[in-house]
């Protein structure tokens, strides 16, 4: 009897001190997770308090230089934030070229929309000869960037072959006379032939109204051939579009720092 209750005891001391380096490791476990917890708090709290200062300090300068309260979350790699006039062709009662039920103007002003927010977002001043459907003549468009003297004029449109629909692929055209403006085209198609889904099919000299009549470095870019139904296809899709702007923003990007 004794001896059981000896053993009994001396099963229960050693059950207790289990217990007890249990209750000490479950102690010292959630102590740790306490303080893993508390340290990601305090670095996610850090980034908060620097990514809102960060925004802070861009949308006041963004404000500054153009009045309209930037949005932009990334940092600038724009230098000195040159002042870019992006058009998108026609408008209103002009639709441009059109096929399969899309109308060309409403392309051009989906992807001129894009570019917008890419070089916002990297720094830029950026004006737009058109923001809705509507009608703008071309030395209108002109003229409109030679009174902003703009650094950059783009203009963006959608090309159309009646009677090849395998032509397709980017053109970037720029005025015979400009050494500026075949470099701007240049590093715009580059930027484009880079992505895989973008094929670029040329980069020209053309002497087009908008090219002429603008006193700044200017480009038209045609986005792709609304007749090759592949093409017209990937021009109508919301990441394809994304995809064009991000290269645009890329090419010019690109240009401005050489
Ligand atoms: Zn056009």
């Not at 090759?228 to 021009?235: K, V």
């Amino acid at each position: 009897m004794t001896e059981r209750r000896r053993r009994l005891s001396r099963r229960e001391r050693r059950r207790r001190r289990i217990r007890r380096k249990i209750q000490t490791w479950a102690t010292r476990v959630s102590l740790f997770v306490v303080a893993v917890l508390l340290l990601s708090l305090l670095l996610r709290g850090a980034k908060l308090v620097r990514a809102a200062f960060q925004d802070g300090e861009e949308a006041t300068s963004e404000a500054l230089a153009t009045g309209n309260g930037g949005d932009y979350v990334d940092a600038g790699y724009l230098d000195g934030a040159p002042l870019i006039v992006l058009d998108a062709g026609h408008g209103g009662s002009d639709p441009g070229t059109s096929a399969d039920g899309t109308d060309e103007k409403d392309l051009n002003l989906k992807v001129t929309e894009l570019l917008e927010e890419e070089l916002t977002k990297a720094g830029a001043r950026v004006y737009l000869t058109r923001s809705d459907d509507t009608e703008v003549e071309l030395s209108e468009r002109a003229a409109y960037a030679n009174e902003l003297e703009a650094d950059l004029f783009v203009s963006i449109h959608c090309n159309y072959l009646e009677n090849d629909a395998s032509i397709q692929g980017m053109e970037c055209y720029s005025l015979a006379s400009s050494e500026e403006g075949a470099l701007l085209a240049q590093s715009i198609a580059d930027a484009a032939e880079a992505r895989e889904r973008i094929t670029v099919h040329d980069t020209r000299t053309e002497n087009y109204k908008v090219l002429r009549e603008t006193k700044m470095t200017a480009v038209l870019v045609e986005l792709g051939y609304m007749s090759n139904a592949a093409e017209l296809e990937l021009l109508r899709d919301e990441s394809y579009q994304s995809l064009l702007a991000e290269a645009i923003a890329g090419g010019i990007a690109t240009y401005l720092a050489d």
